[in-house]
């Protein structure tokens, strides 16, 4: 076989990195479940008209075919690019036997034939929360997803995030206030802020949108609000803008932020950015973004919001809320910046040595002894001398080694101290914080804590 | 949007069927780490070069193409279609990086564009171990590895499991010492033996293969063996035929067949079936399938080998030895037939109920109070009377339903019992088994254990 060289866009990590992504991935599905998220996995295929929906992706989409299809078959199948197409499609196929609101999360790869660049790849893998009614779902659900996934990833052992929302119903009725006649448009063009100068922006709103400066004026002071506390009603008042719409999108946003905030600890902000707009096509309510700090650069590292026609079969439309959390795109840079890391690549806890390889039934008994009681641990691979059999241990991390002595009792010895105790393979337990590997974080002040250790202290 | 019917061959979960799912690679994974195995995943994608290499499965490859593509272009990608071709690419293009023997565990999807039928997927799930040395790897490896899958699948409630093994060794020694030239291609006809009578596959042997008619006739007696005790070696010795492989494979069955029984608990055969020879091509050693009580008509629910070039970049070899499980091939089958089922379709063991809409805050409190201890609970979706909020509970199985009393004290209620009791969301726990959804399962005496208690019990 020809020297392999990596697929460019396909990232995969080595076992002890890829520790840490379980490890995450654990502790976000913990926490979707305590509050009481469902969890569902769908095929990754879809029809490809159904993919191609969305019109603006389409570019990127994967379509698949058997090797064996005639040279002028149609393609028919393509990937998911997102979580969020085949789960609509998964709520019409499955309606019948769902109890709605249903409320479920999905962790699994998407794909996207684009350029690859740092955070961004071609096989990814997204963690999403949804809840989605049918015919309804009372706005009290936009708090509840939200505040999950604070939760979520305040419980994570990476850099500070913040969730910056805002409401696409606060947006529509100031510019409808404001007299603007194309809403859809002038948030096209002040979505551009983060790009160009506002006088640019300012100036676009008159030119393509036809505002009067006036109004592109108002629209700037609108986007630049950022509050981080509880001057958000005030501050979008002093406007002097006023629209029943703009005041139902205020207090939803302000709903929001109040309740992400009370879940918030003090590793995640909640703001809001009036500056987001996202996706305009089919979000109608509530949109959030969720930024890393030091990742600025990665962009957004997740996002959702409020759609009031996830799906709909015609007779029957399905609302949903939901926010996504880009797992490859979070980890897979931190991984790479030595930020995460892994304590070691095995789940061994333990080497039992071997004395000769008559001997191999003696220590494969006695790393069963320590399995029964939960202990993760493997016999050497030969009857090395110990000091080899030692570091074979040290290489991989596994922090004790188990010896039998000629005289039929044990010892153990944590490599790392030197220190050696005689010990008992029905009674011997390692500390807690060796019995599974870790993730050691630079993000976090203590700097060795396992999701789960966090989610004790909360 | 379209109505929507299922894509044959791409079966997807519902939520309390997906949890069965949830529990079986949680305790597969748990069992796996107890060994020692090391968990990764690789992209989903190989280059079809390397998928083809095995020949005769490239019909059923799925090939990628991005939707965008020059009509032709020459696709380059394909979707693996086992774990074990990603695995040895993997290895290779990771060598430098991985300590050896490297003892690893994955679990995930595959796809095959073949004729869907029971069993059967374009999209199913396997778990794989698989241990691989860098240029030789002790044959005690076999028996590890084996006996890692016989102690996982002894801790499923799925019917019980047989594994029959053979060794490559053997057969091909045998075979050498009766004197027979082209090995190879007896085995291929011995191997007819389960779809044609003894004597068609005699007359085979003599027709095709050039044995004798005695020789064909000791090669059907050989095949025949198949014993659960102690009894191989002396059945084998009896045909009279000895050769220095004979001896060797052999006795390597004898030690693999020896060590799984001494993990297989009373749920799991472990067999010695000389008729098993699977996959021509790469074994060369120990051989196993397995098969599930009740199942036959699946054929193999898993199954594996040792193959001393598992991979190879022209320098280095790398020999392995493994075994697969298929999880959906087995789930799916035991799902539709109800032998398996979920015990609720949402993690939440209790719904807090509202009193009015403007008390959410309060019900959130509650339920915040049991997160912190590990209770996954949701609040009421709206202040409907107490017995319409208790059938929202029933119809998702959640057991418990809290309410807060006017005068601010709570009280919890067991809704399968009536029972309704006093209770602190600081103190309240639910009844262990309460705690998580289960699996019911009509294969095993105790028909709503959980692997993880099953595990516990070991």
């Not at 697929?7 to 305590?34: H, K, M, N, W, Y």
């Not at 015919?135 to 009290?140: A, K, N, Q, S, V």
């Not at 160009?196 to 004026?217: D, I, K, N, S, Y």
Request: charged share 25%.
């Amino acid at each position: 076989m020809s020297k392999i060289s990596p697929l460019s866009g396909f990232p995969e990590l080595l076992p002890a990195q890829r520790a840490v992504e379980r490890e995450v991935i654990a502790s976000l599905s913990d926490t979707f479940e305590l509050h009481g998220f469902a969890n569902i996995e769908t095929r990754v295929v879809e029809p490809i008209d159904r993919l191609a929906k969305g019109g603006e992706v389409d570019k990127e989409i994967y379509v698949l075919q058997r090797i064996a299809a005639e040279p002028d078959a149609k393609a028919e199948l393509g990937l998911h690019f997102d979580l969020t197409v085949p789960f609509a499609r998964y709520v019409l196929e499955h309606a019948g036997h769902l109890e709605f609101p249903f409320r479920r999360f999905q962790v699994q790869p998407a794909w996207r034939g684009e350029r690859p660049q740092e955070g961004r790849y071609r096989q990814f893998t997204q963690a999403d929360v949804d809840i989605v009614g049918r015919d309804e779902l009372p706005f009290h659900h936009d708090v509840e997803v939200m505040a999950v996934m604070v939760d979520a990833l305040g419980r994570l052992p990476i850099p500070r995030v913040s969730f910056q929302f805002n409401n696409r119903k606060l947006i529509q009725g100031f510019y409808r206030g404001l007299g603007i006649a194309d809403v859809t448009d002038a948030i096209r063009v002040i979505d551009k802020l983060d790009k160009l100068p506002a006088e640019e922006v300012a100036r676009m709103l008159v030119e393509r949108v036809g505002t009067t400066p006036e109004q592109a004026q108002r629209c700037l002071e609108l986007a630049t609000i950022r509050v981080a506390d509880s001057s958000l009603v005030e501050r979008v008042r002093a406007l002097g803008v006023t629209d029943e719409l703009l005041d139902q999108g205020l207090e939803e946003l302000a709903a929001v932020v109040e309740g992400c905030r009370a879940v918030a600890g003090d590793r995640v902000d909640v703001e809001a950015n009036l500056r987001i707009a996202r996706g305009l096509d089919y979000y109608t309510g509530t949109v959030v973004e969720i930024f890393m700090e030091g990742y600025e650069r990665l962009k957004s590292v997740g996002g959702g919001g409020r759609y009031d026609a996830l799906a709909s079969d015609g007779r029957t439309t399905y609302p949903g809320v939901g926010v996504s959390f880009g797992v490859s795109r979070t980890l897979i840079p931190l991984i790479t910046d030595g930020v995460l890391s892994g304590s070691r690549p095995v789940p061994s806890v333990a080497l039992v040595a071997l004395n000769t390889e008559d001997e191999r039934g003696t220590s494969t008994a006695v790393a069963g002894a320590l399995r029964t009681r939960g202990i993760a641990c493997e016999v050497a691979p030969s009857p090395a001398k110990f000091g080899k059999q030692i570091r074979f241990a040290e290489r991989r991390g596994i922090p004790f080694v188990w010896f039998v002595q000629a005289d039929g009792t044990h010892q153990v010895k944590d490599i790392r101290s030197g220190e050696q105790v005689d010990a008992d393979p029905a009674t011997w337990a390692p500390p807690e914080v060796d019995l599974r590997p870790r993730i050691s974080s630079t993000a976090t002040s203590t700097n060795t804590s396992t999701p789960s250790e966090l989610e004790e202290n909360q």
